[in-house]
């Protein structure tokens, strides 16, 4: 019996009760609902935007072209192309990541049979057909009203990044959402509103600097390949990487006039100018906003300034339909809990710039007790809330997390990933604005909006 059978049951009346026993203790210890956390906050709705890493990075995307109206800029770490795996799983992990083909190698497989799992794009002519492939289907759902209009991205500001050393999202993935967004035949955005870095020595990771680094093991130290599994938080201190790519490329050069000397050559020159992402949260943010809008510099933030809210109110009869509320929260993999940063001059009345952060797997949740701490690890780490607090910046932090379920009873997210793949998930129209997870984050934003309707949240299709 699954669970949603099991809620529906009136064959088990013990079982009712008992369950009714969990609910009440639950709710006395739920925490507050996202309306009364934000009360008071004024969102300025002109400044909304969206980033995220790994299964964040696809839906910062995917929910950046289904509600391109209203979110203004995006980042993108180590995400893919809109639609990139159509709705399968198995294109998901061949040809949108390299998780099979890892897999296979961690077996000791035949690699003549791995490589052949290798479907990701490796050169700009294939990355350039993925993304036509892509804008194709975007295309399609704007036709039908499932997502916005597509010419509102031109004027955007995108910020994408793809560590050199990632071995989950091939950079030609990345590239594909770099074309996706820059060709003329398709999103058309000016490429002096766009920023692309593929070339930090970074693995799949938020990279961050030691800026009020916290103790233990949340943040880990920019290793070159994947740390053991009990390591991972996919967000690294890359301080030190910086200052040795800087001092081979010979980036601190004071102005010729001044020393006589020559500068590096060009080419070395603008690897160097990407040192400055070492702060990537940062980078984004200045890339999104412009550096007049985040002049304040970083102010450390205690991590208890970070608050949970309780993540299933969103999901209640008015928009839930066909389903329950409580089946629609489990039918959407999403967590009890998620979190947000509220500057205190946001706190006060002031209009504030309110940024959408996606974690990626194995981030969401509550991961990070496993390691001595509580709460979140992307909210609380990945370095938004310090230029968040000196810049009048409200940070929403949605949360997924881990569901075992079965193919024959979905959903399947067995590492609280985002839905960006559908099959055994959270099935049709995923990446539209009818898709579970783009509908909740939907209604969040429009709770922060003082409730009133920004950003359409249409019903489910039965």
């Known amino acids: 019996m699954s669970w949603r059978e099991f809620t529906n049951s009136r064959a088990l009346p013990w079982a009712a009760i008992a369950l009714c026993a969990v609910s009440i203790a639950q709710s006395a210890a739920a925490a507050p609902t996202l309306a009364e ?3 008071g906050v004024n969102v300025d709705v002109s400044q909304i935007s969206v980033s995220g890493i790994s ?14 109206d ?9 995400g893919g192309p809109y639609y990139c795996a159509k709705g399968n799983i198995l294109d998901a992990v061949t040809r949108c990541s390299s998780f099979v083909m890892l897999e296979c190698k961690k077996l000791n497989l035949d690699p003549k049979w791995c490589k052949k799992t290798d479907l990701a794009p490796k050169t700009k002519t294939q ?5 036509k492939e892509s804008f194709r289907e975007a295309k399609k759902q704007e036709a ?18 793809s560590g050199e050393h990632d071995a989950i999202v091939p950079e030609g993935v990345m590239t594909a959402v770099y074309h996706f ?11 002096k509103n766009i920023d692309q870095n593929a070339d930090f020595p970074a693995p799949h990771t938020m990279v961050r600097d030691d800026f009020k680094k916290p103790s233990g093991d949340v943040v880990g130290d920019c290793p070159r390949s994947l740390p053991p599994p009990d390591k991972i938080s996919f967000i690294d201190d890359c301080t030190q990487v910086a200052a040795k790519q800087q001092s081979t490329n010979g980036c601190i050069c004071p102005p010729a006039p001044t020393t006589g000397a020559p500068c590096p050559p060009p080419n070395k020159q603008a690897l160097c100018t990407d040192l400055n992402d070492v702060d990537l949260a940062g980078a984004i943010l200045r890339r999104i906003y412009g550096g007049e809008a985040l002049k304040n510099k970083r102010k ?46 946001c706190k006060e009345g002031k209009p504030c710039k309110l940024h959408v952060a996606f974690h990626g797997c194995l981030q969401g949740g509550e991961t990070d007790k496993r390691i001595g701490h509580s709460g979140n690890l992307y909210s609380k780490y990945a370095g938004y809330n310090e230029w968040a607090t000196a810049n009048d910046v409200i940070v929403l932090y949605p949360q997924v997390r881990v569901w075992n379920g079965s193919l024959l009873d979905p959903p399947v997210n067995p590492q609280g990933c985002w839905d960006w793949w559908g099959q055994y998930y959270t099935h049709e129209g995923y990446y539209t604005k009818r898709g579970r997870q783009i509908r909740a984050v939907a209604q969040m934003i429009n709770i922060l909006a003082g409730g009133r309707k920004l950003l359409d949240v249409p019903p489910e299709r039965p």
């Open 300 to 345: 450390p933030v205690d991590e208890s300034e970070v608050v949970a809210f309780d993540q299933r109110g969103v999901f209640d009869e008015s928009w839930t339909a066909p389903h329950k509320p409580i089946n629609a929260w489990l039918d959407a993999s999403m967590a009890r809990e998620a979190y947000l940063f509220i500057p205190k001059a």
């Open 127 to 131: 990355a350039q057909g993925v993304a």
């Open 37 to 39: 956390v934000a009360k």
């Open 144 to 161: 039908a009203g499932n997502i916005s209009t597509l010419t509102n991205l031109a004027d955007d500001k995108i910020y994408l990044f």
């Open 70 to 78: 209203h979110i203004m800029g995006a980042g993108i770490v180590a």
């Open 55 to 68: 299964s964040g990075g696809f839906m910062a995307h995917q929910f950046h072209v289904a509600h391109s």
């Open 181 to 191: 967004y820059v060709d003329d035949d398709k999103a058309g955005v000016d490429p």
